[in-house]
Nanobody, 122 residues
């Protein structure tokens, strides 16, 4: 499956952004979807994931209550709504697709989008 992420940008602390990730090439509903992020000098870290059906969602403690992941089967797209953004949320955000149904590690996902930059100013 091919993934195309978009929606990043520059926002002030406390603001909001919505990231989108459009999937193509394979049956979207076969894949669990996730968002990861990587800040300069740091390892890629888990942000959020959603099950194949969309019925279950998973979040890193650092974003719980602020970020919401969702998926639209008709549009083959997964979203990450980010509210109450903090400077420490600054990173390149990557969407990922995994067929095995595991959620928390980069190795759980086989396909990756190109990344979109999110910068939160203080």
């Amino acid at each position: 499956v091919q993934l195309q992420a978009s929606g990043g940008g520059l926002v002030q602390a406390g603001g909001s952004l919505r990231l989108s990730c459009a999937a193509s090439g394979r049956t979207f509903s076969n894949y669990a979807m996730g968002w990861f992020r990587q800040a300069p000098g740091k390892e890629r870290e888990f942000v959020a994931a959603i099950s194949r059906s969309g019925g279950s969602t998973y979040y890193a403690d650092s974003v719980k209550g602020r970020f919401t992941i969702s998926r639209d089967k008709a549009k083959n797209t997964v979203y990450l709504q980010m509210n109450s953004l903090k400077p420490e949320d600054t990173a390149v955000y990557y969407c990922a697709a995994g067929i095995r149904g595991n959620y928390y590690y980069p190795t759980d996902f086989e396909s990756w989008g190109q990344g979109t930059q999110v910068t939160v100013s203080s």
